[in-house]
């Protein structure tokens, strides 16, 4: 627990802190009120606000025959939790030891190395080993400890409005292309990011040029098909259209994510592309040939150029 209890010493504020735990795979707008709540607690008391996360997800050091995908990159989940009010955040490398930890160990930790003196969670919070530390319990323990346990109401969003919002049902709405839910879930749209690689070029021989980005494999991604995007590239924004699939017109067998930027003509080669998922055009589908799929790539800019108009 060495490398644990380094990890925390070196994030967390001095003074004491008001702390919040957990994955927070994708950082949607429960994860936001969280911490908002955590922010303005923290403000109050005159205390820092910080952030305790796991890497991995502990379903993929607990259950390895799950398969699992991250709606978020773990450097971006950072950039978000910051964005939502935390002043420091501390990632901690989940590991079968770790989750061998008592809840009353785990909180020990937080309050000798990261000054914890509030916890706020959700009602529905567990922490430690084998699930142990339910709210109620880690009120127990804060008493010997001397910190509390404050909690947050789940939020309810989406097309009904009345479903808690959470990671799994995100991913679920993800698996279907309903990107305008994701979003309202999120409260902000679906994005992938990577590098710009080389790929085949085919793109640019018909006439519509691609980035072909390098998304982590085992990062989310919806249905394989034709999506109305925004790229953040350098700072700047540009308007696209981005497929994701295995180009069957040309027999591929590779998933790829290919963005092409409208009125844009340049090298991009190893920049870093953030792509917004707005909104599925189509299902990916394959072509009799090259001429047919260029006309169907025509149709798709001109529904792009009519989303953003």
Avoid at 82 to 101: I, Y
Avoid at 107 to 127: C, K, N, P, Q, S
Avoid at 222 to 249: K, L, S
């Amino acid at each position: 627990m060495l490398l644990v209890r380094d990890e925390l010493r070196h994030a967390a504020s001095t003074g004491g802190n008001v702390v919040t735990i957990g994955v927070f795979d994708g950082v949607h707008r429960g994860h936001q009120a969280l911490i908002a709540r955590v922010t303005a607690e923290a403000v109050a008391l005159g205390l820092g606000a910080g952030v305790v996360t796991f890497h991995p997800n502990p379903v993929t050091v607990l259950r390895p025959d799950v398969p699992f995908s991250y709606l978020t990159t773990l450097e971006r989940r950072v950039e978000l939790l910051r964005e939502a009010g935390a002043q420091w955040v501390s990632v901690l490398q989940f590991t079968s030891e770790l989750a061998l930890v008592s809840a009353e160990d785990f909180t020990r930790m937080l309050v000798e190395d990261a000054g914890m003196r509030v916890l706020i969670v959700g009602e529905d919070f567990h922490l430690g080993r084998g699930r142990e530390g339910d709210v109620e319990t880690l009120r127990a323990i804060g008493e010997r400890l001397g910190f509390t346990v404050e909690t947050i109401s789940l939020v309810a969003g989406g097309t009904d409005d009345t479903s808690d919002i959470s990671s799994t049902r995100i991913r679920r709405a993800l698996a279907t292309g309903e990107m305008r839910e994701v979003a309202e879930l999120l409260g902000r749209p679906y994005s992938l990011r990577g590098p710009v690689l080389h790929g085949d070029e085919r793109g640019r021989t018909i006439g519509f040029p691609t980035l072909n980005i390098g998304v982590s494999p085992d990062h989310a991604l919806p249905p394989d098909g034709v999506y109305v995007t925004c790229a953040e590239i350098d700072g700047q924004t540009y308007h696209g259209a981005t497929n994701i699939g295995t180009q069957p017109t040309f027999d591929g067998t590779r998933r790829r994510v290919e963005t092409h930027l409208l009125d844009f003509d340049g090298d991009l080669y190893d920049h870093v592309v953030r792509i917004e998922l707005l909104q599925q055009l189509r299902p990916e589908r394959k072509f009799e040939g090259v001429d047919a799929l260029v006309a169907q790539i025509q149709l798709d800019v001109a529904e792009t150029r009519a989303f953003f108009a």
